[in-house]
């Protein structure tokens, strides 16, 4: 099956990690646990990765990070008192696609 | 190998100064500085990475511009923060610390005069944090008029002199109040009283966009007596960031979920732009218009972000040097 996107960790140093240029060209996805979406078989993506020395990850790999992050959250969000929790919905899973 | 006649049919163009008028694509070789130049085309709008906040947080506020912002306040790792950082378009660095820590505050004004009200504090309800105010000049922040009725999560607009506190909580408010520089008083009162809205513009030119929860997308613009709607925001959300004018506005960020999504206002109707790379909620955000913004801190669900992004609009066609742009 065709990829549409690949993963990467990768942390964020601040100024530069993405700039203009890279940002105007690909759609960037940051999520939990430092992991990054970019398109796959995309030059642009590639030469990114390779700028900020991103660790590549499978899909599947990619998710269980995600996914820990975002259960650590839900855990966090469910010991708030109901006041609290009125104030934000509790965190959704997140799955990644291919 | 291939050579460029071969691709493109014809040789570059070898000039002893730069065509006046280069269409976009164009390639010719300056003999005067020795160097292969061409004509970018337009570059879209976009959000790029900044430096990261010292202190991860939610629930801020900020103030200024994107080369010279401020952001305090907020909701960190232990418990309500104290902590202002100033922004300098690369970094950030600590100022002086609020006297009240607290998070759901509003700001408004610019890095060097800044102004801080309302918000909450641990033991809510905290009426005496609710409607505290503080001023900066730089370096360190003293009191200020309190205001006269308690108000958090609501937005701010304006001048350290001419400050607008904007709805907020408890129950929906709509109130609307104007700072002078040393006491708030009562102005025009919302048309939707609620919480966790952005705020941009001015005293007598401000916007107010987003908001509740549920989250509706209404934006209300105001004269310095009353509001007025404007054009409704394609994403309803709260708990989002926003900056600019009452004619040139970005809201950014925002729940539902973790919002990345950002929409540039013109005074009268809302435009999809570039989204972010790091979707949040209840970030902090600043900026001088729809094409110049600072996104910071928030969460997404790791519940203390520290990381920034600045918004930049589309770039114009320009000429660029081989090798070097």
């Given at each position: 099956?065709?990829?549409?996107?690949q993963y990467?960790?990768a942390e964020n140093?601040?100024k530069?990690?993405?700039?203009h240029?890279?940002?105007?060209r690909?759609t960037f996805?940051?999520?939990p646990g430092?992991v990054w979406q970019?398109?796959?078989?995309?030059?642009?993506?590639n030469?990114?990765?390779?700028?900020?020395a991103?660790?590549?990850k499978?899909?599947?790999?990619?998710?269980?990070?995600v996914?820990?992050?975002?259960?650590?959250?839900q855990?966090?969000w469910d010991?708030?008192s109901?006041?609290?929790?009125?104030?934000?919905s509790?965190?959704?899973?997140i799955t990644l696609?291919? | 190998?291939?050579?460029?006649k071969g691709?493109k049919?014809?040789n570059?163009?070898?000039?002893s100064?730069?065509?006046s008028?280069?269409?976009v694509?164009?390639?010719w070789?300056n003999?005067?500085s020795?160097?292969?130049?061409?004509r970018?085309?337009?570059?879209?709008a976009?959000w790029s990475?900044?430096?990261a906040?010292?202190?991860a947080?939610?629930?801020?506020a900020g103030?200024?511009t994107q080369?010279a912002g401020l952001?305090?306040g907020g909701d960190?790792s232990g418990?309500n923060s104290?902590a202002?950082e100033?922004?300098?378009?690369?970094?950030?660095?600590?100022?002086?610390?609020?006297?009240?820590?607290k998070?759901?505050?509003?700001?408004a004004?610019?890095?060097?005069a800044?102004l801080?009200f309302?918000?909450s504090a641990?033991?809510t309800?905290s009426?005496q944090?609710?409607?505290?105010?503080?001023?900066?000049n730089g370096?360190?922040?003293?009191?200020?008029?309190?205001?006269s009725?308690?108000?958090s999560?609501?937005a701010?607009?304006?001048?350290q002199?001419?400050?607008?506190?904007?709805?907020g909580n408890?129950?929906?408010r709509?109130?609307?109040?104007?700072?002078?520089?040393?006491s708030?008083?009562?102005?025009?009162?919302l048309?939707t009283?609620?919480?966790?809205?952005?705020g941009?513009g001015t005293?007598?030119a401000?916007?107010a966009?987003?908001?509740?929860n549920?989250?509706?997308?209404?934006t209300?613009?105001y004269?310095?007596?009353s509001?007025?709607?404007?054009?409704?925001m394609?994403t309803?959300?709260?708990?989002?960031?926003?900056?600019?004018?009452?004619?040139?506005?970005?809201?950014?960020g925002g729940?539902?979920g973790?919002?990345?999504?950002t929409?540039?206002y013109?005074?009268?109707s809302w435009t999809?732009?570039?989204?972010m790379?790091s979707g949040?909620?209840?970030?902090?955000?600043c900026g001088?218009?729809n094409?110049?913004?600072?996104?910071?801190?928030g969460?997404?669900?790791t519940?203390?972000?520290?990381i920034t992004e600045?918004?930049?609009?589309?770039?114009?066609?320009?000429?660029?040097?081989?090798?070097?742009?």
């Amino acid at each position: 099956m065709t990829k549409t996107y690949q993963y990467c960790v990768a942390e964020n140093w601040g100024k530069g990690f993405i700039d203009h240029n890279e940002s105007s060209r690909i759609t960037f996805v940051g999520l939990p646990g430092n992991v990054w979406q970019v398109p796959a078989y995309n030059k642009h993506g590639n030469l990114w990765i390779a700028k900020v020395a991103g660790s590549v990850k499978t899909l599947a790999e990619a998710q269980a990070i995600v996914s820990a992050e975002v259960t650590a959250s839900q855990t966090a969000w469910d010991a708030l008192s109901d006041e609290e929790k009125s104030n934000n919905s509790r965190p959704a899973d997140i799955t990644l696609e291919e | 190998m291939a050579t460029y006649k071969g691709i493109k049919g014809f040789n570059i163009q070898t000039v002893s100064s730069d065509p006046s008028n280069p269409f976009v694509g164009q390639v010719w070789y300056n003999s005067t500085s020795a160097t292969v130049k061409y004509r970018d085309g337009v570059t879209p709008a976009a959000w790029s990475s900044g430096g990261a906040l010292t202190t991860a947080r939610t629930s801020l506020a900020g103030c200024g511009t994107q080369t010279a912002g401020l952001a305090f306040g907020g909701d960190d790792s232990g418990g309500n923060s104290d902590a202002t950082e100033e922004y300098n378009g690369t970094a950030w660095t600590n100022g002086g610390n609020l006297p009240l820590a607290k998070f759901s505050l509003s700001g408004a004004g610019i890095q060097t005069a800044a102004l801080a009200f309302g918000g909450s504090a641990p033991g809510t309800p905290s009426p005496q944090v609710n409607v505290s105010t503080e001023e900066y000049n730089g370096s360190s922040w003293t009191a200020g008029g309190a205001m006269s009725n308690r108000m958090s999560s609501g937005a701010g607009a304006g001048t350290q002199t001419a400050g607008l506190g904007i709805g907020g909580n408890p129950s929906n408010r709509q109130a609307t109040e104007e700072y002078n520089g040393s006491s708030w008083t009562s102005g025009g009162n919302l048309t939707t009283g609620r919480p966790s809205m952005a705020g941009a513009g001015t005293q007598t030119a401000g916007l107010a966009f987003g908001g509740g929860n549920p989250a509706t997308g209404i934006t209300e613009e105001y004269n310095g007596s009353s509001w007025t709607n404007g054009g409704t925001m394609g994403t309803a959300r709260y708990g989002l960031g926003g900056a600019g004018t009452q004619t040139s506005a970005l809201a950014f960020g925002g729940t539902p979920g973790f919002l990345n999504n950002t929409e540039s206002y013109d005074g009268s109707s809302w435009t999809a732009t570039a989204t972010m790379a790091s979707g949040r909620r209840r970030l902090g955000g600043c900026g001088a218009s729809n094409t110049s913004a600072l996104a910071f801190g928030g969460s997404n669900p790791t519940p203390l972000l520290n990381i920034t992004e600045e918004f930049t609009g589309a770039l114009p066609a320009a000429t660029k040097t081989v090798g070097t742009d």
